[in-house]
């Protein structure tokens, strides 16, 4: 059973770059068909996809949030990563890593971290 945690600071400062952390155990990231991604839920709205890294190190981003999004991995410690740059308190959210196995169509989630973006 894969899982997920994410961690991170929980208070970023405008115009600061918001990086998040995905530790991930009971499977490699590096394990076809499998992909990585990174989603938010801002409060009252639904979940939004921000970027994915597939297993064997393409990546695709939101083309809403592609200028200020990178996605990578360190594979050597089993965790990919979330860079968010330039934020503004409509970046306040709960940000969460979730892993996609297209050989099932399984979701596993993270259980979400809040990052709330304020001065």
């Known amino acids: 059973q894969v899982q997920l945690q994410e961690s991170g600071p929980g208070l970023v400062k405008p115009s600061q770059t918001l990086s998040l952390t ?24 639904g979940l939004e996809w921000m970027g994915a890294q597939r297993w064997d190190g393409s990546i695709a981003y939101s083309p809403s949030l592609k200028s200020r999004t990178s996605i990578s991995r360190d594979t050597s410690k089993n965790q990919f990563t979330l860079h968010l740059s330039s934020v503004t308190p409509e ?15 399984t979701y596993y989630w993270g259980q979400g971290t809040q990052v709330t973006v304020s001065s």
């Open 22 to 45: 995905c530790t991930v155990s009971g499977g490699s990231i590096t394990t076809r068909s499998y992909s990585w991604s990174w989603i938010r839920q801002p409060p009252g709205k």
């Open 91 to 105: 970046d306040t959210a709960v940000y969460y890593c979730a892993a996609y196995y297209s050989g099932t169509g």
